[in-house]
């Protein structure tokens, strides 16, 4: 691969991140071993990664319980949560028969939720995907309405005047203007869905990353817990890296979006 | 449009009463509310193949929604509109070529994709349409950019963009909405001229609608004033000047001057009396 100027800049800006986070690392190792502080209250990080090394298959097994969960809740979300608001936006009854549920819903804290599901449900599958639905379907919905009516409705004229039906404007005016909206809404989806696939494991299930903390935790295996932490942390990175590489992609056409930031300690 | 000028005096002086059986575009008796508002009334022109007619009128007199009812964007309280034999508004939608003031180019589409819009909506394939695209992008003076996208263009340019997507469809009946108003004034003489060559050999119906008198005696067969509140017409000024294909330096010449200051006697005539 060809390092153009660009690539080596955009690398260049993840460097203080990682000067951080490796002086955090050192912080906390170095801390754990001068104050003395017992393994099964804070591992130092050493540990920590000889136990990812060690338990690394045990792991892999349960990241994949957690990813596949988390993957087709937040596809089936996504789904729905598009669905929904192409209906909200084409139709009036729609919004008002749905939105004040939507947001009301939302006002009901998920974890309450999921020890119903499990009891309605089950511990399989079914009850975490459902609760990755509840709890990313909100953020996609308002993204692509609030995208869809961005539209101004002299683009809309303009279609008209060009003898455009209903069904091309929203194919090829309503769904590339929310296009951006879209991918902001699958942003927090993606970051969401995971936490919502460990908040479904937690309640009942007998696999999956959430449940693996929660068995270590009851053993007072710590190192173990952060192990898994740290995986689960990746994992969502990696997917929320993933959705922003697709977003690039899709965008590759839009207007650069100028960033402007205010930056009082660079004037 | 230069137009055959031998064909324009007998033309105007048949629809200076605003009622003419062989006209392409008749606008007859339209009045136009918003939200129990009169914005149009009782306002009626006529437009004959191949004629140019700009409309002239302070900010406000309606103008622009004139257009938008014309077009069939708008339903009109009252009156008809035919164009080309078509008569109601969802006949006429899709059938007149119709620019905006702004160009509402899209910003994910380049330049071509953008002008061929209309023949894409039309079920064109994209083959055809852009063939149809890459034939006029010359004459238009943007086959240079064509796989450019929008906001890499001057504001110009972007209109002249609209423009090609506004007529590569062929509709007989074309609409102007200030389309260099917000251009600076060496970009907008240039654009002027252009649309003269661009239009010379078309046999289309056209309606200018501009607040810039000069711009509508050089570029119409005809200048239509409208007051407002509510708008309608006060007159129609048929322009005759001498020898139209140096029209562009004509504005020092005797019969443009008074043309000029007999229009802009009347507007300012309305505003007073506002």
Redesign the interface.
């Known amino acids: 691969m060809i390092m153009t100027p660009s690539v080596w800049f955009r690398l260049f800006e993840w460097i203080p991140a990682v000067i951080v986070m490796v002086a955090l690392l050192i912080l906390w190792e170095l801390l754990v071993h001068v104050m003395d502080i017992q393994s099964w209250l804070l591992p130092p990080p050493s540990v920590i990664a000889m136990e990812i090394c060690n338990s690394f298959d045990i792991l892999m097994k349960h990241t994949g319980v957690t990813v596949s969960e988390t993957v087709i809740g937040f596809l089936i979300s996504v789904l729905c949560a598009v669905g929904l608001a192409s209906g909200i936006v084409w139709s009036r009854t729609v919004e008002r028969a749905t939105y004040p549920i939507i947001i009301a819903s939302q006002t009901i804290p998920i974890i309450t939720i999921a020890p119903l599901l499990i009891i309605w449900v089950g511990t399989d599958i079914h009850s975490k995907v459902i609760v990755i639905v509840l709890f990313t379907f909100f953020p996609i919905v308002i993204n692509v309405v609030q995208g869809l009516r961005s539209v101004e409705q ?2 809309v ?8 039906s209903p069904f ?1 404007i929203f194919l ?2 309503m769904i ?1 203007s929310a ?1 951006p909206g879209f991918f902001a809404g699958l942003k927090v989806a993606s970051v969401f869905s995971v936490v919502g696939a460990v908040i479904g494991e937690w309640f009942g299930s007998s696999a999956g990353l959430g449940w693996f903390i929660k068995i270590a935790g009851g053993q007072f295996q710590t190192a173990r817990i952060f192990a898994a932490i740290a995986v689960l942390s990746t994992v969502a990175i990696l997917f929320f890296l993933l959705i922003v590489f697709l977003e690039k992609w899709s ?1 590759r ?4 979006t100028a960033e402007r930031v205010i930056r009082l300690g660079e004037s | 449009m230069k137009v055959g000028s031998s064909k324009i005096p007998s033309k105007t002086a048949s629809t200076e009463s605003g009622l003419n059986s062989g006209a392409l575009l008749q606008v007859s008796e339209v009045g136009f509310d918003y939200a129990n508002l009169p914005i149009l009334d009782n306002v009626s022109i006529s437009v004959g193949r191949g004629e140019f007619i700009a409309i002239v009128g302070p900010s406000g007199c309606g103008k622009s929604t004139l257009l ?1 009812v014309i ?3 708008l339903q009109p309280r009252s009156g008809t509109i035919t164009s080309d034999g078509l008569v109601t508004r969802i006949e006429r ?6 620019l ?1 003031q ?1 160009d ?1 180019l ?5 330049v071509a994709e953008n002008s061929r ?2 023949l ?3 079920g064109h394939k994209t083959l055809n349409s852009n063939k149809s695209v890459l034939e006029l992008a010359k004459q238009f003076g943007i086959a240079d950019v064509l796989g450019h ?3 890499q263009l001057s504001g110009g340019m972007r209109q002249r963009v609209a423009l090609l ?1 506004a007529v590569l ?1 062929e509709n007989p009946v074309l609409l102007l909405d200030e389309p260099f108003g917000a251009l600076d004034a060496i970009s907008r003489r240039q654009l002027q001229r252009w649309l003269v060559e661009v239009l010379d050999t078309s046999e289309k119906a056209v309606i200018l609608v501009t607040h810039d008198v000069e711009e509508a005696i050089l570029l119409a067969d005809r200048v239509v004033v409208m007051a407002s509140n509510p708008g309608h017409i006060i007159s129609e000024v048929p322009v005759v000047l001498d020898d139209r294909s140096y029209k562009f330096d004509l504005v020092t010449d005797p019969e443009f001057l008074r043309l000029k200051s007999a229009i802009i006697k009347m507007l300012d005539t309305q505003e007073s009396v506002r």
Do not use: C, H
């Open positions: 002299e683009m004229d303009m279609f008209r005047t060009l003898g455009a091309q090829k005016l590339p296009l965008l056409k839009y207007p650069p | 938008n077009s069939g964007v939608l899709g059938s007149i070529s119709y905006q702004r509402l899209l910003p994910w589409r380049t819009l209309g894409e909506l039309r996208m929008p906001w997507r469809p």
